[in-house]
Antibody
Framework: EVQLVESGGGLVQPGGSLRLSCAAS????????MTWVRQAPGKGLEWVSR????????NYADSVKGRFTISRDNAQATLYLQMTNLRAEDTATYFC?????????????????WGRGTLVSVSS | QSALTQPPSASGSLGQSVTISCTGT?????????VSWYQQHPGKAPKLIIY???ERPSGVPDRFSASKSVNTASLTVSGLQAEDEADYYC??????????FGGGTKLTVL
């Protein structure tokens, strides 16, 4: 089955750190760019970061730049998000998603396979 | 960058059509043809329903259509069905390798 499964969420104090994982299965993970998108409780979607299929290119939203690091292990078919210096406003469900590909073309900024998300709560 | 602007709510009766707008700037929606739309049902992950401004992925009904004019993108849902009731988010590539989402529109099918 083609799927993405996030893990690693939980309750953390402000200033703390957390590492999220996203395990991919059912497709050739190393062929796809990946992204993290978050959604605060009752709020809209916010893009967090993306990484190329090789892992060589990464981009971040201004709100997390310098605090979050995206990475991947293609051998383990796993995407990561290392989060440091966490703030209350980072509280959200974090979704991982893979880039959309149609026929022979893959699109950097569209995502068609999503996980169910993992909840991160930042509170003292 | 600021989020793209969407109306918080929209509604339409079964079988009717409804259009949701998404307004950005020349630095995002107006500057690139990299606009997409996602549908999200409560408690579920988003689903890509439109990409490249007007294109539908396989399996998305042709009741969903979209367009763009200057800095505003629009999603039209025709022949509204009960299962179309969901939150809809626009998204656009923005200057500097960023991706912006709209604030979301809650679509109610009456």
């Amino acid at each position: 089955e083609v799927q993405l499964v996030e893990s690693g969420g939980g309750l953390v104090q402000p200033g703390g750190s957390l590492r999220l994982s996203c395990a991919a299965s059912g497709f050739t993970f190393s062929n796809y760019g990946m992204t993290w998108v978050r959604q605060a409780p009752g709020k809209g979607l916010e893009w967090v970061s993306r990484i190329s299929n090789s892992g060589l290119v990464t981009n971040y939203a201004d709100s997390v730049k310098g605090r979050f690091t995206i990475s991947r292990d293609n051998a383990q078919a796993t995407l990561y998000l290392q989060m440091t210096n966490l703030r209350a406003e980072d509280t959200a469900t974090y979704f991982c998603a893979s880039q959309f590909c149609h026929t022979t073309r893959c699109y950097l900024w569209y995502f068609d396979l999503w996980g169910r998300g993992t909840l991160v709560s930042v509170s003292s | 960058q600021s989020a793209l602007t969407q109306p918080p709510s929209a509604s339409g009766s079964l079988g009717q059509s409804v259009t949701i707008s998404c307004t950005g700037t020349t630095n995002d929606v107006g500057g690139y043809n990299y606009v997409s739309w996602y549908q999200q049902h409560p408690g579920k992950a988003p689903k890509l329903i439109i990409y490249e401004v007007t294109e539908r992925p396989s399996g998305v009904p042709d009741r969903f259509s979209a367009s763009k004019s200057v800095n505003t993108a629009s999603l039209t849902v025709s022949g509204l069905q009960a299962e179309d009731e969901a939150d809809y988010y626009c998204s656009s590539y923005a200057d500097g390798n960023n991706l912006l989402f709209g604030g979301g529109t809650k679509l109610t099918v009456l």
